[in-house]
């Protein structure tokens, strides 16, 4: 079985013109001279690089569509038709009192000082992609008011139009970071939190200093890697003066605009935007604790740390110094991903996939605790968006796991409900939304109960991205708390690895997860034979 044929995919705005295609290559099973395309292969003709990437860059967020041979899917959720695990100090476990609405879906992550959070769940590094500039308060303002983290990605300040640099070329002024920091705090309740992610170029513009000066954040995030691709963050810039000016930044910037061929090929209009690449981190431990130490000198109060589908060598190290630099959290992406920007056959065809990683994870996390040593608060993420996948991984590495980490699915409810402000506005709601009502009032089924959040007085200053957000939220929430509720497990804490079935030997293999005909068999045997 061929997992995912490369050549033609709506990410890459690209479809084969036959029916019949090769698995391997995805060529046509018949190239026809004369064709008029319009595979992968047709279009990096003549535009050559710039099929490398999902696009229109800024307008889409794109997620690898590779099928693996195990997935969360080839997992199953146990229920239960007695006991009540988790319930409230004096509540009896019988019908009447062990209902699901008083499942507590609180976290907290942290080696010391805790982060609460009102439900396992928090955004991915919304950074300096185009996607996440433009949306930024409907994803922030959402967070907030659902009372959940979430991170501010890499090289804001960096790409800044408005950036200043002092005579020490460092940070002295970023107004698209401030705006940022802002719309979250505005709303923020004392669950979750905002933090920070710093690269190599961050580290260099002084990043660390300016936000804990200026701001007093409290949490840092190091960045290894991500799951969606094995080299630095990227985006398009679509001017030649844009361009040579993030090369004087700092950054790498491809095809070369001080080039006068390339300036010349932008002036033709041949050459329509450029890449802004970040450079490719290199981890030692002694270079990690060094960099911990020194942010802990700065005043942060908890540092964490994003790593992504590397090898189980990386993985190892990830956890490893993560405990010795008792670091607060460690989240795991795994492969495919999503992102606003990476290449996307490395998307599709790097790393390892999440369930081998997050499975993997539990294991040397065990292994630490089997030798004395404290392992990290960990966050899973790589392709979840549902309730049912957030209970599966806390299930998969408890107790380990405190939260899964969202992107794609975290930023929709925001660009949807932006764009249903913006239909409003223009009179012409789709009838997916019009079947509703006609106004955010009747559209939105919680917009009374961010009113009520908020105060009357600032629910007209509420973007309707984050209402989408606190409704998408709560439908994890309740959905959660449901599937909870059918385990008996009435607290995230007394969620267990025994709360999961493999479906196949081959998922057993990789997770260590019961085959679910081996599941309570010995339980089973007892009650038959008793």
């Not at 006991?83 to 699901?100: I, K, N, Q, S």
């Not at 439908?475 to 493999?502: H, P, Y």
Request: with cysteine; net charge neutral; hydrophobic share 35%.
């Amino acid at each position: 079985m061929n997992l995912q044929r490369p050549n033609g995919n709506d990410a890459t705005r690209s479809v084969n013109r036959s029916t019949s295609v090769v698995p391997s290559s995805g060529l046509c099973s018949r190239c026809i001279d004369g064709c008029k395309g319009n595979c992968e292969i047709f279009k990096a003709t003549f535009r050559g690089r710039e099929l490398i990437y999902p696009g229109p860059f800024g307008d889409i967020t794109a997620g690898g569509d590779k099928n693996y041979p195990v997935d969360y899917s080839h997992l199953n959720i146990q229920g239960y038709a007695q006991g009540a695990e988790g319930l409230p100090t004096g509540t009896p476990a019988d019908p009447d009192h062990a209902r699901f609405p008083l499942v507590n879906t609180e976290t907290e992550y942290g080696w010391d000082k805790k982060v609460k959070m009102t439900m396992p769940v928090f955004t991915g590094a919304l950074g300096s992609t185009e996607i996440a500039r433009k949306n930024w308060e409907h994803f922030a303002v959402g967070a907030a008011i659902s009372g959940v983290t979430i991170v501010c990605g890499e090289n804001v300040c960096g790409i800044d139009p408005g950036l200043e640099l002092n005579g020490s070329k460092k940070v002295a002024k970023a107004p698209d970071m401030d705006r940022r920091i802002a719309a979250y705090k505005k709303y923020h309740s004392g669950y979750g939190e905002i933090l920070i992610q710093m690269n190599v170029e961050d580290t260099n513009l002084g990043v660390a200093e300016y936000i804990i000066e200026k701001h007093k954040i409290e949490t840092i995030e190091l960045k290894w890697g991500q799951g969606a691709k094995c080299i630095g963050g990227e985006i398009k810039v679509g001017s030649l003066e844009r361009a040579l000016e993030l090369q004087k930044r700092g950054y790498i910037v491809t095809p070369d605009p001080s080039d006068p061929i390339i300036q010349a090929s932008f002036k033709d209009g041949a050459i329509k935007e450029f890449e802004r690449h970040s450079r490719l981190g290199f981890v030692t431990e002694e270079g990690f604790m060094k960099e911990v130490a020194r942010l802990r000198g700065l005043g942060f109060k908890r540092i964490t740390l994003k790593t992504g589908a590397y090898s189980l060598k990386e993985l190892a190290m990830a956890i490893k110094y993560c405990s010795k630099a008792k670091i607060d959290l460690l989240t795991i992406d795994g492969a495919s991903g999503g992102t606003g920007m990476s290449p996307w056959r490395m998307m599709e065809e790097w790393g390892v996939p999440s369930l081998y990683l997050h499975s993997a994870a539990y294991e040397y996390s065990s292994i630490l605790a089997a030798q004395g040593e404290r392992a990290p608060d960990l966050a899973f993420a790589g392709g979840f968006s549902s309730e049912d996948g957030v209970f599966k991984a806390l299930a998969l590495g408890a107790p380990y796991v405190k939260a899964v980490c969202m992107g794609r699915a975290l930023m929709i409810p925001g660009m949807v409900g932006k764009n249903i402000a913006q239909w409003l506005k223009d009179g012409n709601l789709p009838k997916t939304v019009a079947d509703y009502g006609s106004s955010p009032e009747e559209i939105f089924v919680n917009y009374e109960k961010v009113k009520n959040i908020v105060g009357g007085g600032e629910i007209d200053k509420i973007p309707l991205g984050a209402i989408g957000i606190y409704s998408y939220a709560d439908k994890l929430k309740v959905g959660l708390q449901q599937l909870m509720a059918g385990a008996r497990r009435f607290n995230l804490s007394i969620i267990s690895r025994k709360d999961l079935m493999s479906l196949t030997e081959e998922c057993t293999k990789v997770t260590g997860i019961p085959y679910l005909m081996d599941c309570y068999r010995d339980e089973a045997m007892k009650i038959l034979r008793g």
